[in-house]
């Protein structure tokens, strides 16, 4: 067996094989001469550490990086009698010097690339993924996969207005909003739905992830970022399906695509069905996030229940309980703080104080974006962006005006909309009625995108008045007739009144 040898010193070997036939070695030698010299280092490499008899027993690793880019002239003997060492094309100084100019950039650019897409809202707004009828159950599983390390759910949905108002007794505010809701609700349909996944934390999902569970398949084998929210488009026809016309031109104006939506939008009992085993809801550990929720979850207990909502609130807020466990509604969360100047039964802190008074009157969600100077990321009046939005807002109130905690006693379940509570001030006890010929001025109306605008006396929302003001544009209807062949509106068998709406082109 011959002599161990070191893999590249064959210069300075001494007859390693004399135990063959010297005239076999010499006819191999001479027949690759040529080729076995073109294949082997130059004698100089021998004065490196790295390499031969200068140091058999060197651990160099001759490509390991120096200050933070690879070492090039190093690797290769700049440091004297290597390629370095006066040589010319590729080996000379100048072209080593460059290669390791050239990697420090590239270096320089690959952690600014991965810096933008994960903080910068362009990067983010590449991670707004649109569903339709295509990509929706493959975007329903990847959901499945991320909710469990991703349990808050940022939402925003946008919906085709409000067309009519209930008519009938009605024993509290809270009831008669409910009334409102229902029947648009019920006779609308919703138009998106955005939802945003956070971790306890406040962070995103990454864009990219090396999970082996199968996450990086259903991310396209990582050729796209993965999303952090995903807008769902759902079915919505201008011929079949009843609309306000203001919100629609306002909606279309954002960059709502009607005719992909009556093409290719989502069937939402198909949406329902994948939604009740999604692991987004029913489950305590998931906590919905949302700002003025009331329509939002309305629609959502809709499709998830295919059929109409219930008549009496209670059975109502049961539903939302099994579908929702767990809701935060940062309007609610942060008018009560407005309200008592207390957070958590705590007095509020010298800026968050600051903060609400400055916010004032204003109760939007741009509005208290603007205030806590967020930026917004994609368009507004879009439900992925208002997601976004949402989301990020309400971990920065969570940290900067209710000192980094939530009570969950006291705001958990809470959605602004729905927790109004006893009669209104202008009537009894035994509640108040509303007519085709009630007042309509002060009733709060949902805006167009899914929130509600209320008065701005008081933190709950006011009610119809009992004078007579009239209807602009709105067709009186007598107090018992029902509407247009629907039924009543109300469980008090009144009807309703229809605001400016259309069904159809015909």
């Known amino acids: 067996m011959p002599p161990a040898v070191s893999r590249f010193g064959p210069q300075i070997l001494t007859g390693p094989f004399s135990h063959l036939q010297q005239s076999h070695l010499q006819h191999h030698s001479s027949q690759h001469q040529i080729s076995g010299a073109a294949g082997l280092p130059p004698p100089s490499f021998n004065a490196h550490p790295g390499f031969a008899q200068g140091n ?70 590449s991670r707004i993924r649109d569903v339709w009828r295509g990509n929706l159950a493959q975007e329903m599983q990847l959901l499945r996969t991320l909710v469990e390390k991703y349990p808050y759910i940022s939402m925003d949905t946008e919906f085709p207005g409000i067309v009519a108002r209930p008519m009938g007794a009605f024993t509290t505010r809270a009831d008669y909003h409910y009334q409102t809701l229902r029947c648009n609700v019920d006779l609308l349909r919703v138009i998106q739905l955005g939802i945003t996944l956070f971790n306890e934390d406040g962070e995103m999902p990454p864009p990219h992830t090396p999970d082996p569970s199968g996450l990086n398949s259903l991310t396209y084998q990582s050729l796209t970022p993965c999303p952090c929210t995903w807008q769902f488009n759902f079915r919505f026809s201008l011929q079949d399906d009843m609309y306000n016309q203001d919100s629609i031109d306002f909606l279309a104006h954002a960059g709502l695509d009607l005719d992909m939506h009556e093409k290719n939008g989502i069937d939402p009992h198909e949406f329902g069905a994948l939604m009740i085993n999604s692991g987004l809801v029913l489950l305590e550990d998931v906590r919905w996030i949302s700002f003025h929720s009331g329509y939002d979850f309305g629609y959502l207990v809709k499709i998830m229940l295919c059929k109409p909502l219930p008549e009496v609130e209670e059975e109502y807020r049961k539903l939302l309980s099994i579908f929702f466990p767990a809701i935060y509604d940062i309007k609610y969360m942060v008018k009560n703080a407005q309200r008592t100047q207390t957070v958590n039964n705590a007095p509020l802190s010298a800026a968050a104080a600051n903060t609400l008074t400055s916010l004032g009157q204003k109760s939007g969600l741009q509005d208290l974006a603007d205030e806590l100077g967020i930026k917004r990321t994609g368009s507004a009046h879009t439900a992925g962006s208002d997601s976004l939005l949402t989301g990020r807002i309400f971990w920065d109130v969570r940290k900067n005006i209710f000192n980094g905690t939530i009570d969950d006693d006291k705001y958990l379940g809470q959605v602004w909309g729905l927790n109004g509570s006893g009669a209104p001030g ?28 209320y008065s701005n006396n008081g933190e709950t929302p006011r009610t119809p008045s009992t004078t007579h003001t009239g209807l602009a544009s709105t067709p009186n209807q007598p107090a018992h007739a029902s509407s247009g062949g629907m039924g009543p509106l109300t469980p008090g068998g009144g009807g309703g009144v229809f605001g400016n709406f259309r069904i159809g082109k015909g």
């Open 56 to 125: 058999p027993n060197s651990n160099v690793n001759l490509f390991a990086p120096t200050n933070g880019v690879n070492n090039l002239g190093a690797a290769f003997g700049g440091g004297g009698g290597g390629l370095g060492g006066g040589g010319t094309g590729l080996a000379s100084h100048a072209a080593i010097t460059g290669f390791a100019h050239g990697a420090a950039i590239q270096q320089q650019q690959a952690r600014e690339a991965l810096r933008r897409s994960s903080t910068s809202n362009k990067g983010l707004k």
């Open 426 to 453: 202008s009537v009894g006890s035994a509640g108040f009625t509303t007519s085709a010929h009630a007042g309509m001025d002060g009733l709060s109306t949902p805006n167009l995108n899914g929130a509600t605008i």
